[in-house]
C-alpha cells in the first residue's frame, strides 16, 4: 500500500499545535514546587534548618541527570542499529520524548502534584516524568521503523495519558511500590508497543528486509546507547525511592543484577549459535534485562544474592526470547517487534513484578526494623493496618492491571494509528531515513581517497 | 592563496611557551580556596557546622561534572558533523579547551578570587572556567574548518582575557545577573567569533564546498554533542547560581524550555522544506537554542510557561536563521559561518539578554517574597537602593557592553590572525583533516569482505 | 598455530560456572553495610543525626556514576580505535568489567569490609570494584586483539584476587595513601599486562598488521572513550578520597595535570613528525597520563602548579614513549603492547608513585594545620608515632611491592593463559572481531546509493 509520506503541513501543525496547547496550560496549571520557589528561605527558617542542602534538588539531580541520559542517549542510541534508520532513531527519539515529558509533567501532576488549582513542579516531577518517556521509548522500539513522525506524537500523547492514569492506580489506589518502575514502566510499555506493533501489522514487510541488520558501525553506535542504559541503571532504579538507605539500596541491587545478566546473555548467545559465535543484538539488548526485572524490588530487602539472581535467570530468559521467541511472534501472532522489546521489556518486567510482590510479601520487622519496615511500606500512615502478606498481593494486583491497561490501550491507540493519513511509509520503505530525512549525498573521491588527490601540499 | 601549514616547529613552540607561562603563574598566583585547604577543617570547627558536606564542593561538583561534559564532548562532537573534519573538530577543541580553562583560572581568578596576593580556586572557579571557555567554543563554531590549531590557540587567548573583561563590567560594575551566561557567554563568544570569520573572509571557499557537508555517520556523531548539550544545559544554567530554590528554578526553567524548542524546530524544519523533509543540521542546532535563551533569566521567575514560551520562539528563529539568514550573512555580509552559530548562539543570545530584562524588571516582593527578592539580585548588599526596574536596565545594558567588546575584540584578533604566518590551510584545502593529522590508510579487503578470506577458520 | 576458535561450549561453561559461584558467595558472604540497611532510621536517630543527607550515598554516588562511566564506556571505547576489533573492545570489556566488580567486591569485600561473618557493602565497595577492575581494563589494553573472551575472564579471576592481596599489603599494612589508584591501579595493571602479553609473545603477529591500525570513524569512537575518561578523571582520583576538602583538592588537581597534559603531548605530537602533523594515536592516549600521574598525590597538598608541572612532565614522556618505547619494546624486549599502556599506565603510574611520595615526604603541620596532618595521613590513629618522611617511605616501597606482584602475577598467569585450549586465534586471526561474533552483511546498493532507487516516493 502507498500512503503519502509528504509531511510538510502534517508534522509542523501537529507540532505546533501540540505545543501551543502545552504552553496554554502550563501557563494555567504550573507552578514551581517550594523547593524552586524564592520563598522557600522563608519556610527553611521556619523549619529551623541551617543547611540549604536540605532542598530536595541536591538529594535527586544527579539522579535525574542520569536519568535523562537514559532517555535521549540511551533509548536513542540502542536503537540504531539498523544501517539506515540512525537519524530517525535519534531523532524521533529526541522528538517524542520532549514532547512526551512536557505531556507527562501535566499529566502526572494533575495525579499527584494538586494542589489548590495548580500543580507543583520540582525535581521529582522531572524524573517522574522522564520516567513516563521511558514507557513511550520503549513502545517505540517495537514499531520503530514502520511509523511517521506524525504517529509517534499520537502514540506518545495517548501513551503518556495511559502511563499516568495507569501509575495513579497502582501507586494511589494499590499502594504497590513500584520504584524502578517494572511494572508501570517496562511492563505497561512493552505490552502497549506490542499490541500496537500487533494491530499495525504489515504482511510485506519482507519487502525492507535487507534494511533490518545491522552494518559494522551503527552497532557500535547502539553500544553507547546499551552502555549509558546499563552503566545509568543504578540511578533509573534509586532516583525516587526513599532519601538515605532506601536509595543506597536500590543502587546497590541494581548494580548487582545488571553485573550478573551481563555473564548470562553471553553465555546463552554464544551456546546457541552454532560455532559459538556471540551476536551483537543479545549483547546490546539482553544484558539489560537484569535492570527491567529489579526494577519493582531494588528498594526492597532483596539482598546482594537475590539481586544476582534475578539477573542471572533475566539474562537466561532474555536471550532465549530473541533467539526462538521473537521469530514466533512474529510468523505466528503477526507480531513485529522491531528491537525486540519483548524479550528486553516485556518478560524481565514481569518478572520484576513478580520478584516485588515475593519480596514485600517476605518482608518482616525482623530484617527491616519496626520503623524501617513502616517507612518503606508506608504502613504507618493510613495503611496502618496492612501487613506484608497484603502488599505482596497487591503488588500482584498491578501487574494485571498494567497489562489490562496495557492491551486495551494498545488495541485503541492502535486503531488510532491505522487511520491511513498520518504519512506511515510502504512496506517497501520501512526502516529507511530517506524517507523523512534530508540525506547528505555520499562523498565522492574524498572519502574513498584519502591521500587526497585534491589537497594541494603546501611548500614546507 | 597557498600558505606553508607544516605547523613542526610553530605548534609544539606555541604549546610549550604557554603552558610554560601557565605553571610559572600558577606557581606565583594559584593556591586552593578554603574548602579545599587542609585547614577546612578548623574552620568547620569554628563555625559549628557538624556536616562535611557543607563543602562548596559538594553543592557545585555534580554540575561541575555535567558542565565539563558539555564543553570536551558536547561542543567536540557536535562540530565531527563535516565528513573529513571529525579528528580536527573533537581534537582541536580538546586543545583549546585545554589551555583555555588554565588561562581562565587565572584571569578570571584575579578579577573574582584574588585576595591577599593569591587567587584561591576551589569548584565554582573550575565551573567558571569551563564556561568561559564554552563562549571559546561557541566562536571556533565560526571559524572550524578554516583556521590552525596555531590561530585557535591565539583566539583563545585573546577571547579568555577579553571574555573575563567583559565577565567582570557585566557581574562587578554593572551587577547583572547572567548565570547561564546568555551575554557573557553566547551572546559575546558569536559575536566575536562572526566578527573574527568576517575578518578571514575568503572569496574563493567554494572550492573546498564538496566537503562542508556531511555524511552518514558524521551526523549521527554530531547527534552524541547536540544531546549531551541539550540533556546536560540544565545543570550548565544552573551551575552557579545561588544555593537552593535558585538552582532549582534555574534547572526546571532551562529542562521547560529545551523541551518546547525541539518541537518548534522540527515543525519548521518540516515546514521549510518542500517534501517536509527534516533536516538535521536543524535538529543538531536549533533545538539547543532555547538553553541559550534561558540563561539569564533561568534562575529568575520566569515560570515554566515562560521558559516554554522562550523554547518555542527559539526554535523557531533558529530555524528560519539556518534556512535564510546564513545564506544572506555568507553572500552579502562576507561573514562563513560554518556551524551557524549566528542561529543557535547569537540571535537566541541576545533574546536571552533582553528576556533577561524584561523578567528582572518585573520582579517583585509579591512574586519573590521581601527576602527572596534580596537574595535573588543581590538587593541586600550594598545595591540596598536598587529595585527591579534599576536592576532591568542595568541588565539590558548588559547586552550592548557584550556587542560592544564582541565587536571590538572580534576585529583585533581577526587582524592579527589574519598574518600569513599561522599555518592556515589554502581554501581549497579547507574542512579537511589531512592537512594537520596523520590520516589512517583506507582498508582494503578486509572491510569490503568481513567473510574474511585471510580467516582460516579453526578445526572444531 | 592454529588453535580451535569455537568457544560454543567453553565460553558458555565458563560464564555460567563463574555466576553460580559468585551467586552462592553472595548468598553465604554479601550483606549491605550500615547505609543502605534498613535500620539506618534507627542508627541515625542514636546519632541525633537530622538529615538524610549524613548517608554516604550523597557523599559519594555522583562520584560513582563517574567512575562506571570511565569503566564501561571510557576504556571501552577508547580500545575502538582498531579497525576490525570494535565489537570485542566493547564487549569483551563490558564481560569482563561485569564479571570483575561482582569478583572485587568479594575479594575486596575480605580485605576490608569484613565483620562478624559477612562482607558490608555500600557505595564505597562498588566504587572500589570499579577501581579493581580499572586495573583489569589497563592489562586488556596489552593483549587487546590477541586473545579469547575464556583467556579475558581468567586473567580478570586471577587479576582481581592479585589486585586485592596487593591493595591490602599497600593500603593496610604499608598505611601507604593512594587515593587515585597511581599504584594499585596503573603501575600494577600496567606491568601486569605488559608480563603477561610478554609470556603470550607471537613471532608471527605481523601476519594481522593490516588491521592493527584505525580508520577514520574507528579513531572518533575511540576519542568517545578517551574524552569520557579524560572528563572524569578528577571524579575518578578523588572518589574515595576522605570527605570535604581532601575530595575537593583531588578534583582540582587532576583537572589541573590533564589540561596541561593535553598541550604537551600535542606539542611533541606534532614535533616528532616530520610534518608536524598530529597523530591520533597520542591524542587518544598520552593526554591522559596526566590523570594517572596524579592518581597517588592528588588528595594531598600537591598544589596547582605542582599538578600541572606533574601533567607537563607526563604529556612529553608519554607521547615519547609511543614513538620510541613502544617499537623498541615489540622490537627488542618480544613485548607486543597493542594499545601501548607502557605509556599510558605503566610509566605515568611510576611517576605517580614517586610523585605522591616525595609530596608526602615533604608534608608538614605548617601546610596542612595540625589537625590537617593527623587527617590526611591518618597519623591521629594509630600511626601517632609517624611523620612525613616515614610516610614517604612507605610510599616509595609500595611501588617496588606493586612492580614485584605484578610480574611475578603476570608470568603466573601468562602460563596459564598459553595452554592452547582457552581458544584465542591465530596470528593471521588476531584483531579480527568475526572470529567471535556473528557480522553484518555488509550492505549492497542501499548505503552506496542512498537516493534510493527501491524507495518509491509517494504521491504528494
Known amino acids: ?9 502534517r508534522l509542523p501543525v ?29 519556610s527553611k527558617m521556619q523549619q529551623n534548618s541551617t543547611s540549604d542542602l536540605e532542598n530536595e534538588f541536591y538529594y535527586r539531580y544527579p539522579s535525574f541527570q542520569d536519568v535523562h541520559v537514559m532517555i535521549f542517549v540511551g533509548f ?35 495525579f499527584h502534584s494538586y494542589d489548590q488549582g495548580y500543580i507543583h513542579v520540582g525535581v521529582e516531577n522531572l524524573i517522574n516524568a522522564d520516567f513516563c518517556v521511558g514507557s513511550v521509548c520503549v513502545a517505540f522500539g517495537a514499531v520503530l ?19 499516568s492514569v495507569n501509575e495513579y492506580i497502582l501507586l494511589s489506589l494499590l499502594e504497590v511500590k513500584d520504584a524502578g518502575g517494572s511494572m508501570t514502566i517496562h511492563t505497561f510499555g512493552a505490552y502497549f508497543g506490542l499490541t500496537v506493533t500487533w494491530i499495525l501489522y504489515r504482511p510485506s514487510l519482507h519487502q525492507s528486509k535487507e534494511r533490518q541488520s545491522a552494518v559494522y558501525h551503527s552497532d557500535l553506535f547502539a553500544m553507547i546507547g546499551t552502555l549509558f542504559l546499563w552503566m545509568y541503571w543504578p540511578s533509573f532504579n534509586s532516583a525516587v525511592s526513599n532519601h538515605g538507605d532506601a536509595q543506597h539500596r536500590a543502587a546497590i541491587n541494581t548494580y548487582c543484577s545488571l553485573a550478573a545478566c551481563v555473564l548470562t546473555s553471553v553465555a546463552l548467545s554464544s551456546a546457541l549459535h552454532k560455532k559459538g559465535k556471540l551476536d551483537m543484538v543479545h549483547i546490546q539488548n539482553a544484558t539489560l534485562a537484569g535492570g527491567v526485572a529489579v526494577g519493582t524490588a531494588a528498594e526492597m530487602m532483596l539482598m546482594p544474592y537475590g539481586s544476582l539472581i534475578v539477573g542471572f535467570i533475566c539474562g537466561i530468559v532474555s536471550t532465549l ?3 526462538y521467541l521473537t521469530p514466533f511472534l512474529e510468523a505466528r501472532l503477526r507480531i513485529q517487534d522491531t528491537c525486540g522489546i519483548h524479550n528486553l521489556h516485556g518478560i524481565p518486567g514481569i518478572i520484576g513484578g513478580i520478584v516485588g510482590a515475593v519480596t514485600a510479601s517476605c518482608a518482616s520487622s525482623d530484617v527491616y526494623g519496626v520503623k524501617g519496615l513502616a517507612i518503606a511500606f508506608g504502613f504507618d500512615g493510613f495503611k496502618t493496618n496492612w501487613n506484608a502478606s497484603m502488599q505482596g498481593k497487591f503488588q500482584a494486583a498491578g501487574i494485571f492491571v498494567s497489562l489490562a491497561m496495557a492491551l486495551v490501550g494498545g488495541i485503541i491507540v492502535g486503531i488510532i494509528l491505522k487511520l491511513p493519513f498520518w504519512g506511515q511509509p510502504a512496506d517497501e520503505n520501512c526502516f529507511e531515513d530517506s524517507v523523512y530525512w534530508e540525506m547528505p549525498e555520499e562523498p565522492k573521491s574524498t572519502v574513498l581517497h584519502p591521500e587526497d588527490s585534491t589537497l594541494k601540499p603546501s611548500e614546507p
Chains 1, 2, 3 share one sequence.
Open 145 to 163: 521503523g514502520k511509523v511517521s513522525p506524525v504517529q509517534l506524537l499520537i502514540m506518545t500523547l495517548f501513551q503518556v495519558t495511559l502511563f
Open 321 to 323: 526470547g530473541f533467539v
Open 1 to 9: 500500500m502507498v500512503w503519502n509520506t509528504n509531511l510538510r503541513w
Open 76 to 110: 536513542g542510541f540502542l536503537m540504531t542499529f539498523l544501517q539506515r534508520y540512525g537519524y530517525s532513531s535519534v531523532g524521533f527519539n529526541f522528538l517524542l520524548a520532549a514532547f512526551g515529558i512536557q505531556w507527562a509533567l501535566l499529566m502526572q501532576g494533575w
Open 14 to 42: 501537529t507540532c505546533l499545535l501540540l505545543q501551543v496547547a502545552l504552553v496554554v496550560l502550563f501557563g494555567v496549571f504550573v507552578r514551581y514546587d517550594s523547593d524552586a520557589d524564592p520563598h522557600w528561605i522563608d
